[in-house]
C-alpha cells in the first residue's frame, strides 16, 4: 500500500536555486493538493488539481509553479528558492471534492530549508 | 472566508487522563468537519469526521460531536494513551460546487503524554 509517496525527504538550498518536489499516488484519485506547514502554524494551500490537465491555485501560490500530466503525479516546481520558502511541504489526495466523502489522503512530507 | 480555531498548546498529560481539545470554526453554509492527526514524521491521516450538525465522529477511543449552535468541533477521549502523543489538528471543508474539496485547517496542537 503505497498511498501517497514524496521525495525527497530533506533537502536544503540555497537561495537563488531552483528544485522540484516530486509526488505521485496510486490511488488513481483525480484531486491532489499541496500544502505547506509553517512551525506552530496549520497548512496553507498553495495549489490544487482536480484531474490531469487541470491545476489552480490556493491561498499560496506565489513563488511556486505545479504540473499535472498525468493522474498519478503532481510535481511542485520552486523557482528562484527564498528563505521565506523554509518549511515542511506535503501533498495529498482524493478521490471526491464532495465534502462529505473528501477524506484526504497525505503523503509524509519534504522538509525544505532554504540557506 | 472559512477559518478554524484551536485551543493553544502544546498539552501534556499522564497516561489515561481525560483529553479535550477544543476546535471552533467560522464557515457559511454547512461544512464538513474533520481531525487529523500527525505522528512524529508522519503525514497527517485522518482521525475522525462529521458531515453534518449533531453528528459524532469516534475512531480509536477519540470522538467530537458537530455542533452547529456553537460553531465547534471538540475533540474528546477519555483515557489517553503514551501512544497519542501526536499533533491534532482540525479541519474543515468547505459547503459549495466550488470548493474542490479544499481544506482549511486550524494551527494544531501538540499532545504529550507522559507514563
Known amino acids: 500500500n503505497a498511498g501517497v509517496t514524496q521525495t525527497p525527504k530533506f533537502r536544503i538550498l540555497k537561495i537563488g536555486q531552483s528544485m522540484t518536489l516530486q509526488c505521485t499516488q496510486d490511488?488513481?484519485?483525480?484531486?491532489m493538493y499541496w500544502y505547506r506547514q509553517d512551525p506552530g502554524m496549520g497548512l496553507k494551500l498553495i495549489y490544487y488539481?482536480?484531474?490531469?490537465?487541470?491545476?489552480d491555485k490556493g491561498e499560496v501560490p506565489n513563488g511556486y509553479n505545479v504540473s499535472r500530466s498525468t493522474t498519478e503525479d503532481f510535481p511542485l516546481r520552486l523557482e528562484l528558492a527564498a528563505p521565506s520558502q523554509t518549511s515542511v511541504y506535503f501533498c495529498?489526495?482524493?478521490?471526491?471534492?464532495?465534502?462529505?466523502?473528501?477524506?484526504?489522503?497525505f503523503g509524509a512530507g519534504t522538509r525544505l530549508s532554504v540557506l | 472566508g472559512n477559518s478554524v480555531t484551536q485551543m493553544e498548546g502544546p498539552v501534556t498529560l499522564s497516561e489515561e487522563a481525560f483529553l479535550t481539545i477544543n476546535c471552533t470554526y467560522t464557515a457559511t453554509g454547512y461544512p464538513s468537519l474533520f481531525w487529523y492527526v500527525q505522528y512524529p514524521g508522519e503525514g497527517l491521516q485522518l482521525l475522525l469526521k462529521?458531515?453534518?450538525?449533531?453528528d459524532k465522529g469516534s475512531n480509536k477511543g477519540f470522538e467530537a460531536t458537530y455542533r452547529k449552535e456553537t460553531t465547534s468541533f471538540h475533540l474528546e477521549k477519555g483515557s489517553v494513551q503514551v501512544s497519542d502523543s501526536a499533533v491534532y489538528f482540525c479541519?474543515?471543508?468547505?459547503?459549495?460546487?466550488?470548493?474542490?474539496?479544499?481544506?482549511?485547517f486550524g494551527q494544531g496542537t501538540i499532545l504529550t503524554v507522559h507514563p
Open positions: 462529521a458531515t453534518k450538525a449533531d
Open positions: 495529498a489526495s482524493s478521490y471526491s471534492r464532495d465534502r462529505a466523502k473528501n477524506i484526504q489522503y
Open positions: 488539481s482536480v484531474g490531469a490537465g487541470i491545476t
Open positions: 490511488m488513481n484519485h483525480n484531486y
Open positions: 479541519a474543515l471543508s468547505e459547503a459549495g460546487g466550488t470548493s474542490y474539496g479544499k481544506l482549511t
